[in-house]
């Protein structure tokens, strides 16, 4: 969820930045893994590196979230602001299925991002309540049922390029956007740091990169012979 320029805090866009970064290290590492170029396994640097990056991301959008709000909160802007989110998620979606069928993407960090910005409106003036849904969320029993993955309630045993489910990921969104209200009660910054304008732009434009770094990522080890086309449509 994007501010308005006014309402931009450069000290996040700094740290959204940092997160973009992160998250073009940690998936061209997953992409390796996922041609079997190298293997990452659950607890290794790699693995942390992902769940940092992820845990990162979403907790910058909490924070933005409520920044956006914090002064006269408007559904419509915020819906408005949402449908580009949905229709890039549900793109993503189209186009993994058409690449991976077995591992496409149904409930990512786009659609829960979405539906955050959707359900978390009430709660931006009210602050406690938001966290304790944001606890509640940690504990929310997730399922087996093959069909709630796409409303992100399915327990993670199974193959996706990416998947972030309710539990906790949409926790995280909410007791984040809470804290915000601590960090920032006026909606200044907390450092006066001259932050470079090109690290500032990656920051701002993290949808827009987010979208289509895959491609970019696979385009190099294409063109680097690190992969081969057989691979990429196997």
Known sequence: MSLAHKDR???????KALALVMMLISNFVSDLSFFKIMEVTKGDPWWYLARATASL?????????????RESPNFTRVFLRTKKLIFWAFMITIVTY????????????????ALASLVAFPFVKKPIIGFLFGLLLF???????SMLVWIGLR????????????????????????????????????????????????????????????????????????ISFDQVLD
């Open 9 to 15: 805090i450069s000290e996040l866009d700094s740290l």
């Open 155 to 226: 327990e993670t045993g199974f193959f996706a390029v990416d998947y972030f489910p309710l539990n906790p990921w949409l926790g995280l969104f909410f007791i984040s956007m809470v804290s915000a209200r601590f960090f920032y009660p006026d909606g200044k910054a907390l450092s006066n740091i001259k932050w470079p304008e090109k690290w500032i732009w990656l920051g701002r434009n993290t949808l827009l990169i987010y979208v289509f770094h895959q491609p970019f990522l696979i385009a190099i080890m294409l063109l680097t012979g690190i």
């Open 57 to 69: 991301f979403v907790c910058i959008s909490g924070f933005s979230y409520y920044l956006a709000n």
């Open 139 to 145: 504990f929310l029993p997730l399922s087996s049922e």
């Open 98 to 113: 058409f690449f991976q069928p077995d591992a496409y993407i149904r409930f990512g960090v786009l659609h829960l991002l």
